[in-house]
């Protein structure tokens, strides 16, 4: 009996003991590693040919999204290119954005989860800082985003600084560069490390106003921060009088009392007072650069522009030639 009673004490102590072991060995794995954290992005696309990538992720950023490339491996091993948008401290954000981001162009996503590296270096923080900065600018854009925004609609017609829904003050979004070469996005360019001021590509501010279309100069003169700023159209040819008529009568009828976005490249090695060559977006996403070329208003100026907003204007006139638009009514080139 004696004997009995020991070994069954045996076994159970053997047990526990190996039961204590496995709880002491599994424990770490239950917790996050240091520095390790979720975040989340919007996919879109994952390509096989780079250039069609890059194509597709040049075309979100002409439309103001903070899109990028990620590289990854499918299963045969074969390298894929990612289009992706955001980044996003948590799904529930992630999926506001993503809605928005369908409401105004039509394609299907997928959010994407993200695990971020383990805390590095103070060079490796400050790319952290400057696409931790892009996602909140992306984040405060899509939720400030209108219901059907991007839908065909005509131009609102509220006052900037009327409604409560409106910006109190200007908001700039620069866009540049990192060391890697990839987007980052930021609304406070002390952020933008010294060394990388000259890869800032474009500018966008919003609110601007609207004052007038100067058919001498041939540009717009808008309200920049209750300062008046010229604008040359980019992509949009004014070589003709009658053309540069016409286009003054739609700026006249469409962009009055219109917030609108202002979108250029920084200037550099010149004047302060210069014009600026930009684009010029409605609140909605509608770009009045490309719509003017493609309701056969003005034809497009191809020259020096990048190569995707390029091939966007040559695609707008070519829309408005098929469909004898405007100037092209009578296939004329005025």
Known sequence: MKKNIFFLYL??????AAFSRSSAAEEPTAKNQPGEKLSFCIQVEAIANKDQAQAL???????GYPAYIEESQDNASKTVYQVRIGKYASRSKAETAARNFYKKERRTYWITALQTDEITPAADQTQKADRAAAARVAEEEAEAAPEGAGEPS???????????????????????RGPQGYLCMTNNPERI???????????????????????????????????????????????????????????????????????????????????LMG????????????????LGIAPCAAENLPAQFKKDCMEAEAAARSSKSGIWAANVRQ
């Open 11 to 16: 076994v159970f102590s053997i047990m526990l």
């Open 57 to 63: 992720e040049n075309k979100f950023i002409q439309k």
């Open 154 to 176: 005509a131009p609102e017609t509220i006052r900037i600084g009327a409604s409560k829904d409106e910006p109190a003050t200007v908001t700039r979004i620069y866009t540049y």
């Open 193 to 275: 490390p010294r060394e990388l001021q000259n890869n800032v590509e474009s500018i966008s501010v919003f609110p601007v106003t609207f004052i007038a279309f100067n058919q001498k100069k041939k540009m717009l003169t808008l309200e920049v921060e209750k300062k008046e700023q010229d604008v040359k159209l980019m992509g949009v040819s004014l070589s003709s009088p009658s053309v540069v008529q016409q286009v003054f009568s739609y700026c006249e009828k469409n962009l009055k009392a219109v917030p609108l976005r202002l979108k250029y490249a920084p200037l550099r090695d010149e004047k302060k007072d210069a014009p």
């Open 279 to 294: 684009t010029i977006l409605l609140k909605q996403g509608t770009l009045i650069n490309l719509e003017i070329v493609r």
